[in-house]
């Protein structure tokens, strides 16, 4: 059962680095942008608010599609993080040139 639960884990765990959130950001608003100035000229050009708000809800939707998963593009420069807090914690810690342990 845990093996299952791991493979689930790594499925869903989104893994995303700051450089990938920047760059989804940027394509969210991008897509956002480009998806309602096209809903707004479709819905003045046939004078349906339905078509516009259609369009519009089309372009969220793709837009959530292409940003929300973690994509593995989004991940391509990882942060280096820290050893466990435990790890830390068995070192000491130096406070006025003495060790102090917790």
């Known amino acids: 059962m845990d093996d299952i639960l791991a493979q689930a884990q790594d499925i869903f765990e989104a893994q995303i680095d700051f450089k990938g959130q920047y760059l989804a950001e940027n394509i969210y608003t991008i897509l956002l942008s ?3 100035a096209l809903a707004l000229v479709l819905g003045y ?3 349906d608010i339905y078509l516009t708000l259609w369009v ?3 372009g969220t939707i793709l837009s959530m599609f292409v ?7 989004f991940n391509q420069n ?12 068995s070192k000491g ?3 006025d040139g003495s060790a102090k342990m917790r």
């Open 45 to 47: 050009a046939q004078q």
């Open 78 to 89: 990882p942060q280096p993080w820290l050893g466990s807090t435990a790890a830390l914690l």
């Open 67 to 73: 940003v929300v998963p973690a994509w593995p593009f």
């Open 56 to 58: 519009g809800l089309a």
């Open 93 to 95: 810690v130096i406070v």
């Open 34 to 36: 480009i998806t309602s």
